[in-house]
């Protein structure tokens, strides 16, 4: 039981780590600097619990196949998707290696880290070290005002910034302030449309407000079926 609470606080301390590395990428890599060693880390973590987690179970499991399966298909799109191998692989690794942590405390951290690197980022732009752009919209909207990236360099990558900090608040306050967080998500997609015009963000945002409106008893139904 010892060994057990001391492997899920070694678990959670990187965790911790992880999220001040995707931070501090985020804000380096928007005025410019390099992170090439924040990107190998980002990889290199969640690589290496698998790794570990291997070594002491000493058996092939799902997660270690859905690893492999994850790396071999983003090496294959390398050549048309450099992004996803940049970006979206580390995370979906990351997602893999810490499955293991309590998805509360996991979506607590992710949701400071979020919320910490938007107010950093915007006293950052404040103060001139971030660039914003700003982008008419004429084509997307009709009152004809200009949207702006947060400097991000694309006003849709703005947009889906504040989709995942939704996503965030979702996981974390669904079962406990249903209604509060149903709230909190609906002013941060009204806001992020109209200030990035983002309608992927603001599509992907109402698709999540819906969930919030389906039966519990669905969701009991589908977990008899075994389809959860």
């Known amino acids: 039981m010892e060994l ?3 492997i899920n606080g070694i678990y959670r301390w990187i965790l911790i780590f992880y999220c001040i590395l995707l931070v501090v990428r985020d804000l380096l890599q928007s005025i410019g600097a390099p992170v090439f060693l924040l990107l190998a880390l980002l990889f290199i973590v969640p690589f290496a ?3 570990w987690e291997f070594l002491r179970n000493l058996r092939f499991s799902l997660a270690t196949f859905f690893f492999l399966l994850l790396v071999s298909f983003y090496v294959f799109i390398y050549p048309i998707n450099i992004n996803g191998l940049q970006f ?3 995370l979906f690794c990351a997602g893999i290696a810490f499955r293991q942590v309590d998805y509360r405390f996991l979506t607590k ?7 910490v690197c938007l107010l950093l980022r915007l006293y950052l732009i404040s103060l001139g070290i971030i660039t914003e752009k700003e982008f ?3 084509w997307k909207v009709s009152d004809g005002r ?3 990236d947060f400097g991000y360099g ?3 990558s703005a947009g889906m910034v504040f989709f995942f900090l939704c996503c965030m608040i979702y996981c974390y306050w669904y079962e406990r302030k249903k209604w509060l967080a149903f709230c909190l998500i609906l002013v941060i997609s009204l806001f992020a449309y109209y200030y990035t015009a983002s309608r992927t963000a603001f599509f992907s945002n109402t698709l999540l407000m819906f969930t919030f409106f389906i039966p519990t008893k669905f ?3 589908l977990k008899q079926k075994d389809f959860l």
């Open 4 to 6: 057990k609470l001391s």
């Open 49 to 51: 619990l698998l790794a």
């Open 88 to 90: 979206f692989l580390p």
């Open 109 to 115: 951290c992710f949701l400071i880290a979020q919320i």
């Open 136 to 138: 008419g919209a004429d």
């Open 146 to 148: 200009s949207v702006f």
């Open 154 to 156: 694309n006003a849709n």
């Open 219 to 221: 969701y009991s139904f």
